[in-house]
C-alpha cells in the first residue's frame, strides 16, 4: 500500500467534491432527517391533533434536514482555493478563443449597452473586456 493514498473526487453539479466526503453527507442528511420524522411520530400523537401528527413529523423531518446542512457545512470545509489576479483583456480574448466566442462581438455589445457598460464599471471588470484605444464613448 502506499504511504499516501490518492482522494477520488467526483463531479456533482459541476463541482468537484471528494468521493468520502459526498458520501458522508448524503448518510447524514438522511439518518437526521429521518430521525426527525420517526421522533416526531412517536412524539406528537400525544401533543398535537390526530390529523396533525403526519404534518408536524415532517416538519420536524425538515427541521432535521436543516440540521444536517448546518452540520455537514461544519464538518467538511471547502478545499479549493481561489487565487485573484486581475485578468487583461488579451488575456480575455484567449478564453473566448478557447470558448470559441466573438470577442469583437461582445465588446461591441458592451459599448451598445450604456446598463451593461455601467454595471460592469461597478463592478470593476470594464477594463478587462475593453481595449483602451477601441472604447471612444465613456
Not at 69 to 82: A, G, V
Request: proline share 4%.
Amino acid at each position: 500500500m502506499k504511504a499516501e493514498e490518492t482522494e477520488k473526487f467526483v463531479e456533482v453539479i459541476g463541482d468537484t467534491v471528494s468521493g468520502k466526503h459526498l458520501i458522508s453527507t448524503i448518510m447524514i442528511s438522511i439518518a437526521l432527517s429521518l430521525a426527525g420524522f420517526f421522533i416526531g411520530k412517536n412524539i406528537f400523537p400525544h401533543i398535537a391533533p390526530e390529523e396533525m401528527v403526519q404534518s408536524y413529523s415532517l416538519l420536524l423531518g425538515i427541521a432535521g434536514s436543516l440540521l444536517a446542512l448546518l452540520l455537514n457545512t461544519f464538518l467538511f470545509k471547502p478545499k479549493r482555493t481561489l487565487n485573484e489576479v486581475p485578468s487583461t483583456s488579451d488575456e480575455i480574448g484567449e478564453v473566448y478563443k478557447k470558448l470559441q466566442f466573438d470577442i469583437e462581438e461582445e465588446r461591441e455589445s458592451i459599448l451598445e449597452d450604456p446598463v451593461i457598460r455601467k454595471e460592469m464599471k461597478e463592478q470593476g471588470i470594464y477594463d478587462m473586456f475593453i481595449k483602451n484605444e477601441g472604447d471612444k464613448r465613456k
